[in-house]
C-alpha cells in the first residue's frame, strides 16, 4: 500500500480509488444522500473496509458554490434543460407527462457526491407518527415504528435554534421541545435568518383557515403551520449534504475508499449471492468484490436500472434486453411515488419578487449572505409550512373515501409561500402566491430500462396527476390556496385580482386544465423497489433492505422504501440508512 501520511501529515489521496481490480468488506453503489451514511457507519469502528462508487465527484468542484448557496438551488433545477449543470446532474428526460401539459420534463437528480441532498432544497421535517406506523404494519417491522424510528431521525441531525437577532419577531419559532433529542448528529437542522415578508400574513389567514400553528415539524406531527427547517450550517449558511456531513469527516479513514466519476455498471453473483460490482471510469472497465455485502444506494431511478440490468426485474422486461434472469421481481421500476405542486400568483404591496430583479440588487444579496448571513440568498424559500387534511366540502364523498384510507395525523394538502410562482415573467412590480403540493396521492409511475447498459438512460413516466383522486385534489387544493390569498387577512397586502392563473379560470374543468398545464413535481421518486412482507408479490426487499431471493445484495435508498410518507422525503432516507447500517453491523 502507498504511504498515506507523511510526517503526521495525511494525504488526501489516499481516500480515494483508482480504476483496478480491489476487494473490500462492503462495496456501496451511489454515494448518496443513504450511501454516505452507510459508508461513515460501517467505516466508522475501522474493523471493516468499505468502498463507495459514485458517478459524479465533489458539487463543490463541479458546481461553482451554486450548491453551496441557498437560494442558488433553483438554477438547473427546472422544468426545461437549457441551465441544466450535467457534472451534477443526470439530466433525465420524463415519458410526456399529463401533469406537465405532455411535456417530457427535466427531473433533477444529484449526480455528485451528496447525491440529492447535494441538489434539493434543503426543507427539512419529519413524516408522521401514523404514517411509520403504517410503514411498519405494511412490511412486518415494529421497528419502524415512529416510538423506535424517531432515534434514527435524532441520531442524523442536530437542532439549532433560530437566531432571533436575524429574524422579526413576528417571524421567529418558539423553542420546539422535540429540538433537544436532536444534539450531535452530523447533518445541522436549522431554521433560516431571513423570510419572505408576506410570510406573517399568511400565517393569519392559514390560522383563521384552520391551519393553528403547531412547535414544529420534528416529532411526528405535521398538521397545522410552523417555521420549516433546513439542513443549512448555522454558522456558515452553508447547505449540509450527506458529503459535507457525512463523507468529509470520515474521509481520513484509512478504511474508507470513494471511487468518484465512476459508474457501476453490473452487480457480480455468484449463482444468487452477490460478491462484487462491474464498474467503470471514463471507460476504464474493472471490478470490486465485496467479501460481505453489496449495498445499492443509487437513487430511486437508478437502483431499480442497474438490478435490471444485473437480472434482478421483471422478467418479460429482461427478456426483451438478452439479459440472463436470476431473479424474476415484478415489483422492480414499478410504483413510482412523488408529489406534485400547483401555485396562484397575485400582485402584492410588499417587497417580494424584486429582491434580486437587478444587478445591484443581487450584489447587495450577496453581500448580505457573506457578511450578516442573511438576505434572501440564505433562504431557498417556503420558509412558512401549512399542513392540512382537505377540507371534505371540496371534495365527492367518493374522492373522501380514498383519501380517508391513510392514517388520521397524515395531511392531504401542503401549504408554502412563495415569491412567484414559475412562470410569471419578472416586471417592476412585486408578486407572492402559496403553492400547494399534494402529499396524499393515487398516481404511480414507473421506470424501466431502455438497453441493458447503465449508460442508456432509464425510461421514466412519473405520471403524476393522472389519477382521478389526485385530480380532484388538486383542484380542491388550488381552491383553498385561492382561499388563503384571498383571505380577509392578507387585504392589507395583496393588491387586485388574481394575476396567475386569473378569473378566467373558474370552473373544475378550467382549474383542472390550468393543473394540468402548470404543474410541477417536486422531484421526491420513491418506492421503486419497494420494501415489504415476503407474501407481498411487488415487494423487491423486506424490513432490513435485503433483496428477495438473493443473498449479501442490499438496498438502501428511497427507492427502498414501502411508499412515501407525507411531506419531503430526506430525513426519512437519512434515518433509514442509519437504522440500516444499525442493522448491518449488528449482523441482520
Ligand atoms: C431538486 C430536488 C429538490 C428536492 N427537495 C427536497 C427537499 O427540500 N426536502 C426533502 O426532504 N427532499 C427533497 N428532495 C428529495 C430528496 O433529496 C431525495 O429523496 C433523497 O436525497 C434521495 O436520496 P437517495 O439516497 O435515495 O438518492 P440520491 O441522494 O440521489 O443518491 C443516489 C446516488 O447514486 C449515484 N448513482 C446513481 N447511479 C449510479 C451508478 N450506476 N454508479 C455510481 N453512482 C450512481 C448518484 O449519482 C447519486 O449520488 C429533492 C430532490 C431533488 C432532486
Known amino acids: 500500500a502507498p504511504p498515506d501520511s507523511i510526517s503526521g501529515q495525511p494525504l488526501l489521496g489516499s481516500s480515494f480509488g483508482i480504476p ?53 438551488v433553483w438554477n438547473g433545477a427546472g422544468l426545461g434543460f437549457g441551465d441544466v449543470n450535467p457534472l451534477v446532474d443526470w439530466e433525465i428526460e420524463t415519458e410526456p407527462e399529463e401533469g406537465s401539459g405532455g411535456a417530457r420534463i427535466h427531473y433533477p437528480r444529484g449526480r455528485t457526491l451528496g447525491g440529492s441532498s447535494s441538489r434539493n432544497h434543503m426543507v427539512y421535517h419529519r413524516g408522521t407518527k401514523g404514517s411509520y406506523k403504517k410503514w411498519a404494519d405494511e412490511v412486518g417491522d415494529k421497528g419502524y415504528e415512529w416510538d423506535k424510528f424517531k432515534a434514527y431521525f435524532e441520531k442524523s441531525t442536530t437542532f439549532n435554534k433560530a437566531d432571533g437577532s436575524k429574524r422579526l419577531a413576528n417571524s421567529t419559532p418558539a423553542e420546539d421541545p422535540a429540538g433537544a433529542r436532536s444534539k450531535d448528529g452530523p447533518v445541522s437542522i436549522s431554521y433560516t435568518n431571513w423570510v419572505l415578508p408576506i410570510t406573517s400574513w399568511v400565517l393569519k389567514a392559514t390560522e383563521a383557515l384552520g391551519m393553528k400553528p403547531i412547535p414544529g415539524f420534528i416529532d411526528g406531527d405535521l398538521i397545522g403551520s410552523s417555521w420549516n427547517m433546513r439542513t443549512t450550517d448555522p454558522k456558515t449558511q452553508v447547505r449540509d449534504s450527506a458529503e459535507t456531513a457525512y463523507l468529509r469527516p470520515a474521509l481520513k479513514r484509512r478504511n474508507l475508499i470513494v471511487y468518484h466519476t465512476t459508474y457501476a455498471t453490473k452487480i457480480l453473483f455468484n449463482g444468487t449471492e452477490a460478491v462484487g460490482v462491474r464498474a467503470s471510469t471514463l471507460g476504464k472497465a474493472f471490478a470490486l468484490t465485496a467479501r460481505k455485502e453489496v449495498i445499492l444506494s443509487a437513487g430511486a431511478i437508478h437502483s431499480p436500472q442497474l438490478l435490471m440490468i444485473s437480472g434482478i426485474g421483471p422478467k418479460a422486461t429482461l427478456d426483451k434486453y ?162 388563503i390569498m384571498t383571505h380577509k387577512s392578507m387585504a392589507a397586502v395583496v393588491v387586485g385580482d388574481e394575476v396567475l392563473p386569473g378569473n378566467g379560470t373558474f370552473t373544475d374543468a378550467q382549474i383542472l386544465k390550468y393543473v394540468k398545464a402548470g404543474s410541477r413535481t417536486i422531484s421526491h421518486v420513491s418506492c421503486t423497489c419497494k420494501m415489504g412482507k415476503k407474501s407481498d408479490p411487488l415487494a423487491v426487499v423486506d424490513s432490513e433492505g435485503r433483496v428477495f431471493g438473493i443473498q449479501k445484495l442490499r438496498i438502501v435508498d428511497a427507492s427502498g422504501i414501502p411508499f412515501l410518507p407525507p411531506g419531503h422525503p430526506m430525513s426519512t432516507i437519512y434515518a433509514l440508512a442509519e437504522k440500516l447500517a444499525d442493522r448491518i453491523l449488528g449482523g441482520k
Open 20 to 72: 483496478f481490480n480491489a476487494t473490500y468488506d462492503y462495496v456501496i453503489i451511489g454515494g448518496g444522500t443513504a450511501g454516505l451514511v452507510l459508508a461513515n457507519r460501517l467505516s466508522a469502528s475501522g474493523a471493516h473496509s468499505v468502498a463507495v462508487l459514485e458517478a459524479g465527484s465533489f458539487y463543490e468542484i463541479s458546481n461553482s458554490n451554486q450548491s453551496q448557496i441557498p437560494r442558488w
Open 322 to 483: 438478452g439479459i440472463s434472469v436470476l431473479k424474476d421481481a415484478p415489483g422492480v421500476g414499478q410504483g413510482i411515488e412523488d408529489h406534485p405542486a400547483i401555485g396562484v400568483t397575485y400582485k402584492v404591496r410588499v417587497k417580494s419578487s424584486t429582491f434580486l430583479d437587478t444587478p445591484a440588487k443581487n450584489e447587495e444579496a450577496v453581500r448580505e449572505y457573506l457578511e450578516e448571513g442573511t438576505g434572501p440568498l440564505s433562504s431557498t424559500g417556503g420558509e412558512l409550512v401549512a399542513w392540512e387534511k382537505v377540507p371534505r366540502r371540496l371534495v365527492s364523498n367518493k374522492t373522501a373515501a380514498a383519501l380517508d384510507v391513510v392514517p388520521k395525523d397524515w395531511p392531504d394538502l401542503e401549504f408554502l409561500v412563495t415569491s412567484s410562482y414559475p412562470g410569471l415573467a419578472p416586471d417592476k412590480d412585486d408578486y407572492a402566491g402559496v403553492t400547494v403540493v399534494l402529499v396524499n396521492t393515487f398516481s404511480r409511475g414507473t421506470v424501466t430500462i431502455a438497453s441493458s447498459s447503465i449508460f442508456d438512460q432509464a425510461i421514466v413516466h412519473i405520471n403524476f396527476l393522472t389519477h382521478p383522486v389526485d385530480q380532484e385534489l388538486a383542484i380542491a387544493g388550488f381552491k383553498r390556496a385561492r382561499e
